[in-house]
């Protein structure tokens, strides 16, 4: 007889996300971009400490550990026997539902029902979930869709109990009270590749003194849900989702602008013919498509498009049906492409089979006629890790631990002229980053590239807390000063300013002058840059050569007689994946996941994942040393990316 499928509230919030998904998840014959290691999953997500810290506020709690369903429900009915009694991981079921809580607190007939989220909140009660008309802010309504669908199975299991939900969030003005506590929750990785949490014997009463997470009543919330009215209840979607789920039986696709994130397809680079597709067979199911459809760019392309599920529900999928007056390119307000110009482009050169790029060379010669000599290209690499390094600091607060700076001289000299990395445990490398940051750029008036908002928003952010911070720091002046030099004020400064070196966002400058059908509508740095490595002649010729980090070539830091342009038939290589790994025993899907940069913010997957480990994981200086070797280079290759582009369009124009 099999087993049960039940339908979990993993499964519950993929099937929110699209009921479609609940067909494919858990088969290991379809693509999945989902980490498979769950250990580097850990790491990436950067809350897989949240847990662990929340039972630390619960000392007298009993964990459940059983994994069997039936041994985990037994274990938990037994304790809830008990007039007070707080649980871990305790097992409920309703019918074709059930769930694992994260933390149950009962006291005679009432239940305190606890969900830990590694999200971070700076308001006290329910009120800052919901929109000034009422609804649920769409900030949080996965969270609190979550718990609503926990609450109903448990109140379904217990009738009898008074159930409260609560979801528990790090608390963004709590100031941390000790130094070190996020080195106390270690990671430790399983012979199997699971996961857990090591907690250090160090850990005291004044670690916990200043509460790192906020829990807060949900309750009305949770009515919200259950009462939603979008042409079906809360109980019936759930119920359609559990039966199906049993029988596995797929619900029918609807197909969304959603679907460009779906998991369920190949990751791009990974070669597998085994694997199937689950967005295909979807497209296929609702569009009666053929294979050769899948061949033709689609809606779900369209860079920056808030039409997508109108022009999806109207039947126009393919860029091939769309006219210009669904679009309606207008000019903007300064020179270049506007948005609706720049989407109209994409579309018009999709359908005359134009793979030329497109470049504004008026305006980007009259753009590049403004820059001065030698140029500065940077690169930031930052974690936001929820537990803080240091007393008084705050949930997630920024951590710069690592640039890279690359220069252009007047005569088109290239130089990695300088880079900092400090990955050390516990270390919070804020100030000192600035420092070294300063003195790479303040020798001359040159101007300074970023690739978009990630490095003015991080420089704000150790702007506000070395005007915050109350320890003796004796060029605290001279580092904001800098900062106020380089950078601009962002909308949630206390104070102002507009810095007359302030960095030029290069994104934005392809985003007006430049585009290239081969990003697929992208300006991700990752997409642009082996875009522009095909089409130019310039680029292709110079970096073919083994000059980068050659005597009497291209100074490096971290390269030696390195070739940056290898071909696969006439295709120029994506250069990142010319990189070693960060992690030896990482698969290639993985590694493939990690590099990804599917939205033009750029995420840092792959560096984050390893700062990740470096802090949070017992290794050897030889493992160190190689994942910081890796960093370096990794950190590298994005400034040089950066110079690439300028080049490129130097040559062109």
Known sequence: MSRPRYLTKSKFKLAMECPSKLFYVDKPEYANRKLEDTFLSALADGGFQVGELARCYFPDGVRVYAKDVEEAINETNELLERENVIIFEAAFRHELFFIRADVVVKSGDKLELIEVKAKSCDFADESGFQNKDGTISSKFKQYVEDIAFQKYVVCRAFPQLNVSAFLMLADKTALCSTDGLNQKFRLVKGAAGGKSVAVSPDL??????????????????????????????????????????????????????????????????????????????????????????????????????????????????????????????????????????????????????????????????????????????????????????????????????????????????????????????????????????????????????????????YLNT???????????????????????????????SEVEWEGRRSMIDLCEIVKLYYYNPATNGSNSIKHVLPAILNSSEFLKEKYSQPIYGAPGGIVSSNFENHRWVEFDGEKVRDPYKLLPKLFDDESDHDYEILIADIDEVRDGGAALTAYGKLQFQEMSEYERGAIESALLKYCELDTLAMVMIYEAWRATI
């Open 204 to 457: 005291c009463g004044d670690d916990l003194a200043v509460p790192m997470l906020r829990k807060i009543n949900v309750d009305e919330s949770c009515e919200k849900v259950y009462n939603a009215d979008d042409g079906r209840t809360f109980e019936r979607s759930i119920a359609m989702f559990a039966d199906h789920h049993a029988r596995d039986e797929m619900i029918a696709a609807q197909p969304t602008a959603a679907c460009k994130k779906c998991e369920f397809r190949p990751v791009e680079g990974e070669i597998d013919s085994t694997l199937r597709d689950g967005f295909r067979e979807c497209w296929t199911q609702a569009f009666g498509w053929a294979d050769a459809d899948f061949e033709e760019p689609t809606v779900l392309d369209i860079w920056n498009s808030r039409k997508k599920d109108k022009f999806i529900k109207d039947g126009k999928i393919k860029l091939s049906a769309l006219t210009v007056e669904d679009l309606a390119p207008k000019p903007g307000d300064k020179p270049g492409l506007s948005v609706s110009q720049r989407q109209w482009l994409q579309v018009e050169k999709a359908q005359n089979r134009d793979d030329s790029p497109w470049t504004d060379s008026e305006n980007l010669r009259r753009e590049m006629a403004g820059w001065k000599f030698p140029l500065h290209f940077i690169d930031f690499e930052t974690s936001m890790p929820v537990i803080p390094f240091k007393k008084g600091r705050r949930p997630y607060e920024g951590i710069a631990f690592q640039f890279s700076h690359h220069t252009v001289d007047e005569n088109g000299t290239v130089a990695h002229r300088g880079e900092y990395l400090n990955a050390v445990p516990g270390t919070f490398p804020n100030y000192d980053f600035v420092r070294m940051l300063k003195l790479q750029l303040e020798t001359d008036e040159g101007t300074i590239f970023r690739y978009h908002n990630h490095e003015n928003s």
């Open 462 to 492: 150790v702007h506000r807390q070395l005007r915050a911070d109350p320890g003796e720091i004796s060029d605290r002046g001279e580092l904001c000063d800098f900062i106020e030099t380089i950078s601009r004020s962002t909308k949630d």
